[in-house]
């Protein structure tokens, strides 16, 4: 009887600062077990190798900003059974998108010497706003051990395991004191997906948003908060405007307090 083979993945790399794939090489010993399960076809931070596709999965890090790189992400869905997105870049548009809220010709003009051989897009955007994405995996990086999850449940033809609720929860679990409750230090656990493990917390630090929006979030809420510790309007922009600058509801809440700050 033929052996059976393993499925292909392939990891793909987009306008990004490769702390994603690096996750996944940080694996290390976990990583050793993924590759008795599939196939590394194609991940160039790791290996000079490459296997044509169709590929069973597909892991996608970074956003799109160029004409060319909006051409090739469709041309790896199409061969592509599954399509994951991991981290802020590739499922927000990343830190990069800080971008969309201005002009970019006159960034483009201030740090190049010869910006009319710069090609760039107006716009720093997600993955899913140019192809069908599977399933999005957040973080600024991504959690190793959630990405080895959502590997793990594909290949197992299951629904991914990985927690929906805020970085309050994670607090609250590791008997972390609130820092906007007790000391006053502006955070926004309330309103961020967890992944982290609330380390800025347990250093009395206030959460950055590195993980992106949880489900659902109340940032009106969080926001007359940080309003009652004294942030005023420019800072609550700024707080919004970081790692998912330009995720939905992070993009819509910086707004209004644009707006009013005007």
Known sequence: MPAKRKPK?????????DGCQLSLLDCEDELLAVTDKVAIAYFPEASRASVKGPYQISLVEGSITTRHDAERI??????SKLLITIGACATSGGIQALRNFKDVKEFVSLVYASPQYIETL???TSIASHVPVDYEL???PINKMQL???ISAY????KPNVPPHSVCIDCKQRGTVCVMVAQGIPCLGPVTHTG????CPSYNRGCYGCYGPMETPNTASLSAWLNRLGVKEEGIVRAFRSF???SEPFRKESELHEKQDD
């Open 196 to 199: 982290c493990g609330a380390i």
């Open 138 to 140: 957040h973080g600024c």
């Open 74 to 79: 469709q041309k790896i869905r199409k061969v």
């Open 9 to 17: 993945l392939a990891v793909w790399k987009f306008a990004s600062c």
């Open 244 to 246: 998912y600058a330009y």
């Open 148 to 150: 080895l999850e959502v």
């Open 122 to 124: 107006d716009k720093s």
């Open 155 to 158: 290949l197992y033809g299951r």
